[in-house]
């Protein structure tokens, strides 16, 4: 594809809980789109009615997050008249609520696990093992995983933080994968497996000890059906031009969806980069795929 945007700008930072991830990204993004060719303009955006200068061709989203993953940003490019990567307004919004997003999922028939919605004054019916999230926050800000009645308590009060909803989510034991797509092609698995068996923050931004298998050990089979659940997962919630979609597996084999990232981190823990690098792509030509599917 020719490339027609010269001028671009890189939005990072912004005014989520995950300010100092998006800024990392920003950064490692602004790097690679200009090594790839491009005049790149980083804007660090600290309210909602940000402007950009006059020139740019195009946008680099790299906020994660409220606003930089719910639709946000993506209103106002669009007000704006300024093509930009990801996935449009719409499908934003959609993807970023895990509680929009399982419904979608389960009317496109497919697996996610068991859950339930609790609004503030509510008690959870579930037993545990259980995972509990705030629905509108991402790199698991708010999330716990509760394993006995006594951990409630801590794991409400912190999601409670966050948001008038909690998605109280079945815990799938098992193995943890993610699958990225670039503009329709699916990257090579990974695998990742954490010292306490759950990808938290501190797993995926602190920790040494967080192990990243790529291309993940699976056999041909359970490989192609994860393969085919991402992408299917992708175009039923409307994403375009990229994005990571997480999974748990069960020992017996049964893969759920747990959600697809609409802005996946470009840090030197993220995991798009590290598929697309077990794929060959170098990171300037991961940035400058992304770059060129940039749209209204």
Known sequence: MENFFKCVAVL???FSAEREVSLESGAAIAGGLRKAGYTVIEIDVTSPDFTV???????FIALHGTFG????????LTELGLPYVGANAESSRIAFDKILTEECLRKAGILVPESEVLRRGETPSMQPPVAVKPPCQGSSVGCSLVFNASEWPAALADAWKYDDRILVQRFIPGREFTVGVVEGEVLPIVEIVTSSGWYDYTAKYKADTTRYVVPAELDAETSGRMRKTALKTFNALGARGFGRIDFRMTPDGKQYVLELNTIPGFTSHSLLPKAAAAAGMDFSVLCDRIMKTAAC
């Open 69 to 76: 993953e719910d639709g946000g940003v993506q209103t106002r």
């Open 12 to 14: 990072k930072g912004g």
């Open 53 to 59: 200068p006059a020139g740019i061709d195009a946008v």
